[in-house]
């Protein structure tokens, strides 16, 4: 399992795309740290701040193209029966995938994070952490923003990663991966309306795509869910694992 851990690091080192990237996300952070420092009235810095200078969305759309290309690929370039033919099993190969893509998740985020930071610093040295912000300190409402963020990202990486087992390329699955990010985004706003009315549907998984703003606003979407945070955490691990479990049997029993 080590080896083939070392295997999708180097893959994923090695691939230009990787730090075009994570390139890319600085760039459009200091961007937007530099609109705020010119315009604050247009461009707010808490706003910003929260967002990590947009930083979070861009996480968001890096792991969605990386999660769906990693395994998509395998089966494109037919690189997967390479190993396979070593006597690894594909649980191992699956396994190691997912293990990469969270310490990509992490290393993005903390990435993401330290520049929001620093570039905060820089552009509003006189920023103040702890102002209040949902009836918290600022600094307390980041990181429960960005936890919440993260929690709902496994989410749909696992959709992702589902989808991607049923396709042939890269490009397809990556696609398909946006096109299901916006789609599901949709439909968890869409689908609360019904919940007002039919009760039952709250335990669909798009509710579960609210959970980030339910963990930083319990009152507000706990009206609109109905149901308590701890259980809108448990359910939203509890359906991540499950189709990362649907995904791993399709990518079992995919021909190569």
Same mark, same amino acid.
């Given at each position: +399992?080590?080896?083939?851990?070392?295997?999708?690091?180097?893959?994923?080192?090695?691939?230009?795309?990787?730090?075009?990237?994570?390139?890319?996300?600085?760039?459009?952070?200091?961007?937007?740290?530099?609109?705020?420092?010119?315009?604050?009235?247009?461009?707010?810095?808490?706003?910003?701040?929260?967002?990590?200078?947009?930083?979070?969305?861009?996480?968001?759309?890096?792991?969605?193209?990386?999660?769906?290309?990693?395994?998509?690929?395998?089966?494109?370039?037919? %690189?997967?029966?390479?190993?396979?033919?070593?006597?690894?099993?594909?649980?191992?190969?699956?396994?190691?995938?997912?293990?990469?893509?969270?310490?990509?998740?992490?290393?993005?985020?903390?990435?993401?994070?330290?520049? %929001?930071?620093?570039?905060?610093?820089?552009?509003?040295?006189?920023?103040?952490?702890?102002?209040?912000?949902?009836? +918290?300190?600022?600094?307390?409402?980041?990181?429960?923003?960005?936890?919440?963020?993260?929690?709902?990202?496994?989410?749909?990486?696992?959709?992702?990663?589902?989808?991607?087992?049923?396709?042939?390329?890269?490009?397809?699955?990556?696609?398909?991966?946006?096109?299901?990010?916006?789609?599901?985004?949709?439909?968890?706003?869409?689908?609360?309306?019904?919940?007002?009315?039919?009760?039952?549907?709250?335990?669909?998984?798009?509710?579960?795509?609210?959970?980030?703003?339910?963990?930083?606003?319990?009152?507000?979407?706990?009206?609109?869910?109905?149901?308590?945070?701890?259980?809108?955490?448990?359910?939203?691990?509890?359906?991540?694992?499950?189709?990362?479990?649907?995904?791993?049997?399709?990518?079992?029993?995919?021909?190569?």
């Amino acid at each position: +399992m080590g080896t083939l851990i070392k295997q999708e690091l180097y893959k994923l080192n090695h691939k230009k795309g990787t730090w075009f990237a994570l390139l890319f996300m600085v760039v459009v952070q200091i961007g937007f740290a530099v609109l705020s420092w010119r315009y604050p009235k247009f461009f707010g810095t808490q706003m910003l701040v929260m967002n990590n200078y947009i930083g979070g969305v861009l996480v968001d759309f890096i792991m969605i193209a990386s999660a769906a290309s990693m395994i998509a690929m395998e089966f494109q370039y037919g %690189t997967i029966k390479q190993l396979l033919y070593r006597k690894y099993y594909r649980s191992q190969v699956f396994v190691s995938k997912l293990i990469v893509l969270l310490m990509q998740m992490i290393g993005l985020q903390v990435v993401a994070t330290a520049m %929001t930071g620093g570039l905060t610093m820089v552009v509003n040295p006189k920023f103040d952490w702890t102002q209040t912000a949902n009836a +918290m300190p600022l600094w307390r409402d980041y990181l429960l923003t960005t936890g919440g963020s993260m929690l709902v990202m496994l989410l749909l990486l696992s959709l992702v990663i589902l989808m991607a087992t049923w396709f042939k390329t890269n490009a397809a699955a990556i696609a398909c991966g946006f096109i299901g990010y916006f789609v599901t985004a949709v439909a968890a706003q869409i689908i609360i309306m019904f919940v007002q009315r039919w009760h039952w549907l709250k335990w669909n998984p798009f509710t579960m795509l609210l959970t980030g703003n339910q963990i930083v606003d319990p009152k507000t979407y706990h009206a609109l869910t109905m149901l308590d945070t701890p259980v809108m955490i448990g359910c939203t691990l509890g359906y991540t694992v499950l189709f990362t479990l649907i995904a791993y049997l399709s990518f079992r029993r995919r021909a190569v």
